[in-house]
């Protein structure tokens, strides 16, 4: 493919990098509560933590023998997961139709996937792998989301904090764009040197057993 094709899909990709990924995910916490929804904020809290937590069990246990001879499934892709749920998520939060919002986190799951593969940073299978986990916590935050738009004390939300979510967002993506973040190659090594002698590897030559470090992050 071309290098300015390329270039657009590691620019579009980089939104999803988690020097990104985590102060948008503060901003939006920090506007639900200024909107007064403490219970759909405990409840994406709860789930941050189990998607960004699950993504890190899957990575720590895959990549604790290292790569193996035709491995296609190593390192499932974080990047793709957090793209998809922070992103798909938040239209999800701060829409009146929540099931168009989660088919919207399709699309943005499809794109995610198919930009790390293009990048050669996953294989299919990887971000497979990713586009699941961010998917599954989208499909809970969509049913949350449904349950308080018919609670009876359900009002019209603030326009100030919404403004303030997209401007605040917009502004940090423009400054951490493009920031790389070095907790990929220190999970692969934790995963390697602490997960690996409680795992069952099996014995390959000393090629396939050395940390192989992503450039591009996720």
Known sequence: M???PMMLIGFLSDFGDEN???PLMALISLV???QGRYRIFLYYSALVLLVFGGTLILKLCFEACGRLPGQSLYSPSGHTAGTTFVYG???VLFSRS???CLALAFGIALFAGCARIALHVHSPAEVAVGASVGLLGV???TLARKNELHAPEARAWLNRPVIFLITGGL???MVLHGLRSPAEA???YFSHQFVAPLMRCPVTPPAFQEPHHHDLGK
């Open 98 to 100: 929540p099931r168009t």
């Open 186 to 188: 220190w999970l692969e």
């Open 2 to 4: 071309p290098d300015s």
């Open 171 to 173: 502004v940090l993506t």
């Open 32 to 34: 639900l509560i200024l």
């Open 139 to 141: 499909l809970f935050l």
């Open 89 to 91: 998520g938040a239209a």
């Open 20 to 22: 990104i990924l985590w």
